[in-house]
């Protein structure tokens, strides 16, 4: 079992950047794929990107493709979300998540963090 914890959120004004970080719990870590996903009030949970067991494999959503950047250090037992030109649509609470495949689809993934609130400005 996996648990996990985001930090990093905050409040940014548009063009800005910010790091998210996700800190897993157990000696497995390295035997998950990790993504990224993002709730917006009212809508549902979205992919925003995933990295294979070992790094080598990144995938992104369209929308975030060239500004945001994901990557483990599993020495570390952590997963990171680097977001560059930050824009108001980005606004969600951003989760990361723990699963066996490199996948988009959030049904998929085993383990969940609580959530951090990242906020952009105009």
């Known amino acids: 079992q996996v648990q996990l914890a985001e930090s990093g959120g905050g409040l940014v004004q548009a063009g800005g950047s910010l790091r998210l970080s996700c800190a897993a719990s157990?000696?497995?870590?390295?035997?998950?794929?990790m993504g990224w996903f993002r709730q917006a009030p009212g809508k549902e949970r979205d992919f925003v990107a995933t990295?294979?067991?070992?790094?080598?494999?990144?995938y992104y959503a369209d929308s975030v493709k060239g500004r945001f950047t994901i990557s483990r250090d599993n020495a570390k037992n952590t997963v990171r979300l680097q977001m560059n030109s930050l824009k108001p649509e980005d606004t969600a609470v951003y989760y990361c998540?723990?699963?066996?495949?490199?996948?988009?689809?959030?049904?998929?993934?085993?383990?969940w963090g609580q959530g951090t609130q990242v906020t952009v400005s105009s």
């Open positions: 990295i294979g067991k070992s790094g080598g494999n990144t």
């Open positions: 998540a723990a699963g066996t495949l490199v996948i988009r689809d959030p049904r998929k993934y085993d383990y």
């Open positions: 157990g000696r497995t870590f390295s035997s998950y794929a």
